[in-house]
């Protein structure tokens, strides 16, 4: 059978977690650290999950299912479970809990201090938790779903969220983004600290992906297959074979074969057409995979040709799969989420395998990790 992103499965998708669970972000019902995948509750109908952040265990989880519902869990900072309940009145939740409605599969992510997204299949985009950062025009707080004008593009990866705001790209193709940009990271070419709070175009083109998880960085891909980043570059996370910071999208290299990617606060991965996977920036624990903990300033191919082009996440801690359905770590190892049974220390800086050739899809908080696997 096919499987992943790129593949066809009609068969039970049940959901697996592992890592640190201090608020629950496991799912598991409890706040029980996990070394080796757990299954959460008994569902088969799992389908993405949203939440790509992995600079902050005090952010909820989000995911959907293959019914079109949406689903979250763990920290309520700000009230960003979205269960219409002030952070005051309901803390962070164990299990998955459901946020109404049935036409959520237009993709989503989750934000920094509390914040998330989501777009329903008709194109609108929905907003809600910590205020000022959430593109409403205001500073109020939201814990329940508020749309944000415009009809946005339905898909993976057509929204994330950088340290004070988001990054989205709109049904026509164009790219905006709002809320405070850091070192450039909102690619408005505007002073540090400069905030916008309604969306604002930047660059111009045809946008297809944007990078996953961007903290004072973000990038996407064009739909010519150019790579672009911008933000702050200490380590080179931008690519660009120098740690200069920008303050709007400059392209990486010439190649046109991207695909997509993802980022954390020092460094980057990307995928290409060809199955071959790329990594750059800090490299301090080995998360390049490169077998190594040398820092580079351009992308450096991590070894295979047969990566799943949609599905890794990168932080101190890299998680990617392959087309077979095998689940790989690398990097950072401190709180069991490799899945690997271990808790502390056994840093890798190539990449590991988890068990099972059955895995559809990964994404990763922290020091936690989902993936979803099919049985």
């Known amino acids: ?68 519902t949406l689903w979250t869990w763990g920290a309520n900072k700000y ?30 992510a989750t ?25 409403l025009n205001d500073r109020t707080d939201y814990s329940s779903p508020v749309q944000l004008p415009g009809t946005w593009k339905t898909g993976r990866d057509t929204i994330t969220s950088f340290t004070d705001g988001f990054l989205a790209i709109r049904d026509n193709g164009t790219l905006w983004s709002w809320g405070r940009s850091w070192y450039g990271s909102a690619g408005y070419n505007l002073g540090n600290g400069t905030k916008r709070s309604s969306p604002v175009q930047i660059a111009s ?31 080179g996370g931008l690519g660009h074979s120098n740690t200069t910071n920008y303050s709007s999208p400059k392209q990486v290299g010439s190649a046109t074969t991207w695909y997509k990617c993802a980022m954390t606060e020092h460094n980057t991965i990307a995928s290409k057409t060809d199955g071959t996977l790329w990594a750059f920036g800090r490299n301090e624990f080995g998360e390049l995979g490169h077998n190594n903990t040398t820092s580079y300033s351009d992308p450096q191919q991590i070894p295979g040709t047969n990566w799943d082009i949609n599905n890794f996440q990168i932080g101190e801690t890299t998680r990617a799969m392959k087309t077979d359905g095998s689940l790989w770590v690398f990097g950072r190892q401190t709180e069991g989420q490799f899945g690997l049974n271990m808790t502390h220390g056994a840093h890798r800086s190539s990449p590991t395998q988890v068990p099972g050739t059955d895995w559809s899809s990964v994404d990763g908080m922290y020091r936690s990790t989902f993936a979803i696997k099919n049985i």
């Open 111 to 135: 934000g920094l201090y509390g914040k998330m997204a989501a777009i329903k299949t008709d194109g609108t985009l929905w907003m809600w938790g910590a205020g000022g950062y959430l593109g």
């Open 1 to 68: 059978i096919n499987k992943g992103d790129i593949w066809q499965y009609s068969g039970t998708k049940a959901l697996f977690s592992m890592g640190k669970n201090a608020n629950g972000q496991l799912g598991l019902n409890n706040t029980t650290r996990y070394s080796s995948p757990t299954q959460i509750g008994s569902d088969g109908n799992w389908s993405r999950i949203l939440s790509k952040y992995p600079h902050d265990d005090e952010t909820g989880v989000l995911a959907t299912k293959t019914d079109g």
């Open 79 to 108: 009230g960003a479970l979205g269960q219409n309940q002030a952070e005051a009145q309901v803390d962070a939740r164990s299990s998955p809990t459901q946020i109404p409605g049935t036409t959520w599969g237009g993709g989503g």
């Open 205 to 235: 083109g045809t946008w297809s992906t944007v990078c996953d998880g961007g903290y004072h960085h973000a990038g996407a891909v064009k739909s010519d297959g150019t790579l672009w980043t911008w933000g702050k570059n200490d380590y």
